[in-house]
C-alpha cells in the first residue's frame, strides 16, 4: 500500500524554475533511493536525478549544474529544483522509489509516480 504522489510541474518560461515534490504514502519502513526521471514524446523514459537514503545523488549530464535533487526521509519527500530551464526539459517527470519496504506490500518493490508534466516555453 504505497504510492507516490508528484507536485509542482506546469507551463514555465526558458530559463525560469520549477520545484518538484514527491511524496511516499503509506507506512513505509525504510526507501532505498528515490528519483526522478523524465520522457518527452517520443523518446525514453530517461534518470534526471536520484538520491539514495544516505543522501548520494547522481544527474544525467543534460542537467548537472542546473538541476537539484534533495531528500526529506522523515516524510519519505523527494524534491527537485530544477534551474535555467530549456525547452528540451519538456517532458512529463516520473517520481521513483525502489527498495521500498512497506506493511501489505512486497518487501523491497518498486514504485512509480504517475507523472507531471513539465512544459518549457520560449
Known amino acids: 500500500q504505497v504510492q507516490l504522489v508528484e507536485s509542482g510541474g506546469g507551463l514555465v518560461q526558458a530559463g525560469g524554475s520549477l520545484r518538484l515534490s514527491c511524496a511516499a504514502s503509506g507506512i513505509i519502513y525504510s526507501i532505498n533511493a528515490m528519483g526522478w526521471y523524465r520522457q518527452a514524446p517520443g523518446k525514453q523514459r530517461d534518470l534526471v536525478a536520484r538520491?539514495?537514503?544516505?543522501?548520494?545523488?547522481s544527474y544525467a549530464d543534460s542537467v548537472k549544474g542546473r538541476f537539484t535533487i534533495s531528500r526529506d526521509n522523515a516524510v519519505n519527500t523527494v524534491y527537485l529544483q530544477m534551474n535555467s530551464l530549456r525547452l528540451e526539459d519538456t517532458a512529463v517527470y516520473y517520481c521513483n522509489a525502489d527498495g521500498v519496504s512497506a506493511v501489505r506490500a512486497p518487501w523491497g518493490k518498486d514504485y512509480w509516480g504517475k507523472g507531471t508534466l513539465v512544459t518549457v516555453s520560449s
Open positions: 538520491i539514495t537514503s544516505g543522501g548520494t545523488t
